[in-house]
């Protein structure tokens, strides 16, 4: 099947709506050789990245980082891994390399006492009784607070916090309160306020489903009604079972975040695979490099392998990761391989056909069934090595 690259230009066509023949421009392909669709394919997407040229549609050739993103192993598969750099107490939002920030916005409860992006957000905001300051200017001054829940500020002071605790109800939290009156509350898990009445909370227990929680029920068996917890779904509508579906499955690798069960937003890839075109459909589709006679076993990226394991007649003389397992022991004159060399059998069997090794194994056969092997006296045998090499040197058993 031929393939056009690049977008849609149409050069030849015999109506307004018919096209004939077309050329695709740079970063675009065509796939299926179907005119009414163009070239419907684009050059993949990388992480924090733009790719700007690709040789086919799944491999990317050139890049261009997207803000605070940098391409720091000079590596295009995997874009522009690096990001800026972490400061103490705040989150850096503009940056010139990953390593210099430039401007920085102070995480919740700190705030930037000296105006130095280098040490970030250094000073901490006070603590307030039942509260969480939230914003702050300097040490001992807070000018705005969150409750924690089932507490409220009821004179209206900073300083002292959410000083009182709201009414307690049965198997709920009340969220929203004055001094004496509760106005919102929220259930524990598997309870549910039946009667919508404040004063008892949540009077019904519903039972337990997998993977969510139970929001209304008609008895304390049934439950007609539920909240899925993250990343699970209610596909067949059956409350009494839960959320029964969870996150599609990713080829090599883990869904950490999906808004369905049938696609995947946020996903992680296993030991020694990686994501090469960024669709999560195929997952993680490439892994370590191949190694001449041997098994990658671990890999920062699929070019380039740090660790492997040598076949079982192949041997690393070198410890070069390049060309790995670069030795090879004949299965007929050699047994067992150390670290570095190959060690002769001390019985030759028959084995390969045809070969100079085959030769040499049936010539130690039959010079052993001799005596060729037996030294002066007939007491010691030679070895398999000095008898092989006296066959292939012409020796004959007579």
């Not at 075109?277 to 671990?298: F, H, K």
């Not at 001390?346 to 052993?368: I, M, T």
Request: charge should be negative; aromatic fraction near 6%; hydrophobic fraction near 25%.
């Amino acid at each position: 099947m031929s393939v056009r690259t690049g977008f849609e230009k149409r050069s030849e066509c015999s109506s307004w709506d018919t096209c004939q023949n077309y050329t695709c421009s740079k970063g675009a392909f065509d796939v299926d050789g179907k005119a009414s669709n163009g070239c419907e394919v684009q050059c993949p997407k990388l992480p924090n990245a733009n790719c700007t040229a690709c040789s086919d549609f799944s491999t990317c050739t050139d890049l261009v980082c997207e803000a605070n993103s940098f391409d720091a192993d000079a590596l295009v598969y995997n874009g522009c891994e690096a990001r800026c750099p972490e400061v103490p107490g705040a989150k850096c939002v503009a940056c010139s390399s990953p390593t210099s920030c430039s401007k920085l916005q102070c995480l919740e409860n700190f705030w930037d006492a000296d105006g130095d992006v280098l040490n970030g957000c250094e000073g901490t905001c006070p603590e307030l009784p039942m509260a969480k300051c939230t914003r702050c200017s300097e040490p001992g001054q807070c000018h705005a607070m969150t409750c924690e829940a089932g507490y409220f500020d009821a004179d209206g002071t900073i300083n002292n916090g959410c000083e009182l605790r709201c009414p307690i109800l049965p198997h709920a939290t009340c969220t929203k309160c004055d001094a004496s009156t509760c106005f919102e509350f929220a259930c524990e898990k598997n309870w549910f306020d039946k009667d919508q009445q404040m004063d008892n909370g949540c009077e019904m227990q519903c039972p337990w489903v997998p993977h969510g929680t139970c929001t209304s029920c008609s008895s304390s068996d049934f439950c007609t009604s539920v909240r899925c917890e993250k990343n699970y779904f209610d596909l067949d509508g059956d409350a009494s079972n839960g959320c029964e579906a969870g996150c599609p499955k990713v080829p090599n690798g883990h869904c950490s975040q999906c808004s369905d069960a049938q696609s995947c937003q946020l996903y992680t890839c296993e030991v020694n695979f990686f994501e090469a075109d960024g669709n999560a459909t195929n997952g993680c589709e490439r892994s370590c490099p191949q190694v001449p006679g041997a098994r990658c076993t671990q890999c920062p990226s699929p070019l380039r392998c740090n660790k492997f394991v040598c076949h079982a007649q192949s041997l690393d003389v070198d410890g070069l990761p390049d060309n790995g397992c670069e030795v090879t022991c004949d299965s007929c004159t050699f047994a067992n391989k150390t670290r570095n060399a190959c060690q002769r059998k001390q019985e030759a069997p028959s084995c390969l056909k045809d070969d100079v090794a085959q030769r040499s194994c049936s010539c130690f056969e039959n010079a052993e069934s001799c005596g060729l092997g037996m030294t002066t006296g007939d007491t010691d045998v030679h070895s398999c090595e000095w008898i092989v090499d006296k066959c292939l040197d012409g020796t004959k058993c007579h």
